[in-house]
């Protein structure tokens, strides 16, 4: 069964960068894109951006300026990077997958809580 | 962007009986709206895709309807383990912005 795992600092110091990785437990990594998805305490669901095992990217554009995707499809792996985190990003970060079949995301991780805070 | 409104915020059923939840999209999205199931400390896991089409392994008595701007996931006899945040989420005009609603709590009453 394909699962999504999170993986990163939890707390993050203003003005610095928050980095995750999402890893993926499946060969099939090359077949679908990979998002990111936050929710800050009490709050819903925001998406963050995706990113294609080819490199191609698109992100949210309230938050494109401080946001980067990576992938390292050789480790199923793909990543995150927010730079100058304010207490605003405080939240939970999720990894998912898009199927390419409908463009919805199918599978998530089951998130990782980031705390901005000196 | 497009805005995503659910309501209720807070829906109270009894074990049993059948839930609507509504999903109004701030202009038409045509039929391309999922609703996610979340449970604290989870994953959030796909229910409907397609405004309608359930997904792998989701029980019969989970529900999607409507198009355009207007949709209803309906539950059709609660059981304890529905109780649960529900997500709508439009995905229209990929590869743009994806955008959820603010998410309805089911709680037993």
């Known amino acids: 069964q394909v699962q999504l795992q999170e993986s990163g600092p939890g707390l993050v110091k203003p003005s610095e960068t928050l980095s995750l990785t999402c890893t993926v437990s499946?060969?099939?990594?090359?077949?679908?894109?990979w998002g990111w998805i936050r929710q800050p305490p009490g709050k819903g669901l925001a998406y963050i951006g995706h990113?294609?095992?080819?490199?191609?990217?698109f992100y949210n554009p309230s938050l494109r300026s401080r946001v980067a995707l990576s992938v390292d499809t050789s480790k199923h792996q793909f990543s995150l990077t927010m730079h100058s985190v304010a207490a605003a990003d405080t939240a939970i970060y999720y990894c998912?997958?898009?199927?390419?079949?409908?463009?919805?995301?199918?599978?998530w991780g089951r998130g990782t809580l980031v705390t901005v805070s000196s | 962007e497009i805005v995503m409104t659910q309501s209720p915020a807070t829906l109270s059923v009894s074990p049993g009986e059948r839930a609507t939840l509504s999903c109004r999209a701030s202009q038409s999205v045509s039929t391309n709206l999922a609703w996610y199931q979340h449970k604290p400390g989870q994953a959030p896991r796909l229910l409907i895709y397609g405004a309608s089409t359930r997904a792998t392994a989701i029980p019969a008595r989970f529900s999607g309807s409507g198009s355009g701007t207007e949709f209803t996931l309906t539950i059709s006899s609660l059981q304890s383990e529905d109780f649960a945040v529900y997500y709508c989420?439009?995905?229209?005009?990929?590869?743009?912005?994806?955008?959820f609603g603010q998410g309805t709590k089911l709680e037993i009453k």
């Open positions: 989420q439009q995905y229209n005009n990929w590869p743009s912005l994806y955008t």
């Open positions: 499946a060969d099939s990594f090359s077949s679908y894109y």
């Open positions: 998912a997958r898009i199927t390419p079949l409908g463009w919805y995301f199918d599978l």
């Open positions: 990113i294609f095992h080819s490199g191609s990217t």
